[in-house]
């Protein structure tokens, strides 16, 4: 497949501050390329650059092909956007809003807007600023789709949605892949991702520290098991166990990763009195989760099953110290 966008070795700084440094990835026709990170990893930043809202320090940034920075106009007539922190012009009704959309795109019409806002349930009568933040957005993702772009930019597109909305979002998503089109979804929800990506960027103060198929994430994935203990055993009580790493306690609760069977476990456990076991597969928030969690630099990555792999050690550099969880 072709690559709609391509970024190498881009950087953006503000001043003595940090944007993103060094960031080489790229995206093909028909993907859903998930980009992710807690906030200030410098999403919204390369989402600015390559829409040309802001202009990069250095490195090399291509969508269409071309340069941001020469073809903008261009560039943004074949994108569809929603933008993290959304805002509206408050005076117009919805449906003035779509139509002035669709003045500025130079449609002859609505395009697919009135069949989105069926789907979506969007209030389009009413004037913007009488909306809850949930109808603002699912606007938001009307303006988006009704032209049928070629490549969709969606920053947090889900932010206020209820799960019913969030489903038919997810649907939308899969019938714009399906005709070859192309999205690059930034958001710091992992599960709202992994239900539709196809790959994954992992962005961290803003460098990518992972860049997977989701599929090759799951291969990785391991069996997390939360046990629930009458009396809580010693901090060092499962140390050294095969295949068994302890991530967290939580009251008279312990939160284990096995990496194969979990036999070693079971017969450390018969040693005390257990009041609940509970076991599933880990998803990619608990692979991640696991991968961002450093205490005093001792990086622990049950994602690769290894003490310090060299992600975990990437990740760990830079200034980062102590212990840092995020997506909680």
Same mark, same amino acid.
């Given at each position: 497949m072709p690559a709609v966008l391509r970024a190498d070795r881009l950087t953006k700084s503000y001043g003595s501050s940090r944007g993103i440094v060094d960031m080489t990835f790229d995206v093909s026709?028909?993907?859903?390329?998930?980009?992710?990170?807690?906030n200030g990893a410098g999403k919204t930043t390369t989402i600015r650059l390559l829409l040309d809202l802001i202009r990069a320090t250095s490195g090399r940034l291509e969508v269409f092909g071309l340069e941001p920075s020469k073809s903008g106009v261009e560039i943004r007539r074949r994108v569809g956007y929603v933008p993290g922190d959304l805002r509206l012009y408050e005076r117009m009704t919805g449906l003035e809003l779509l139509r002035y959309f669709a003045h500025l795109r130079g449609m002859t019409g609505l395009g697919d807007a009135p069949a989105l806002v069926d789907r979506l349930e969007v209030e389009v009568e009413r004037p913007v600023r009488a909306l809850s933040k949930g109808n603002r957005q699912k606007l938001g993702l009307v303006q988006a789709f009704m032209h049928r772009p070629q490549l969709l930019v969606l920053d947090?597109?889900?932010?206020?949605?209820?799960? @019913? !909305?969030?489903?038919?979002?997810? #649907? @939308? !998503?899969?019938?714009?892949?399906? #005709?070859?089109?192309?999205?690059?979804l930034s958001s710091h929800m992992l599960g709202e991702v992994q239900r539709v990506a196809d790959r994954v960027a992992v962005v961290r103060e803003g460098r990518i520290h992972v860049l997977e198929s989701v599929e090759t994430l799951r291969t990785r994935a391991f069996t997390r098991v939360e046990v629930t203990f009458e009396s809580l055993p010693p901090a060092d009580?499962?140390?050294?166990?095969?295949?068994?790493r302890e991530l967290r306690r939580e009251g008279a609760a312990v939160l284990f990763a096995a990496e194969g069977p979990i036999d070693p476990l079971v017969k450390a456990l018969a040693r005390h009195r257990v009041l609940a076991i509970d076991s599933h597969e880990a998803d990619l928030e608990d692979i991640f989760l696991t991968l961002y969690r450093h205490e005093g630099g001792a990086a622990c990555c049950v994602a690769c099953s290894r003490r310090r792999c060299a992600t975990c050690a990437a990740a760990s550099s830079g200034g980062a110290s102590g212990s840092r969880e995020w997506l909680r």
């Open positions: 026709e028909g993907e859903v390329f998930g980009f992710l990170g807690p947090e597109p889900t932010l206020g949605l209820d799960p @019913l !909305v969030q489903q038919t979002f997810n #649907e @939308l !998503v899969r019938e714009v892949t399906s #005709e070859g089109r192309t999205v690059f009580e499962f140390a050294g166990l095969t295949g068994i």
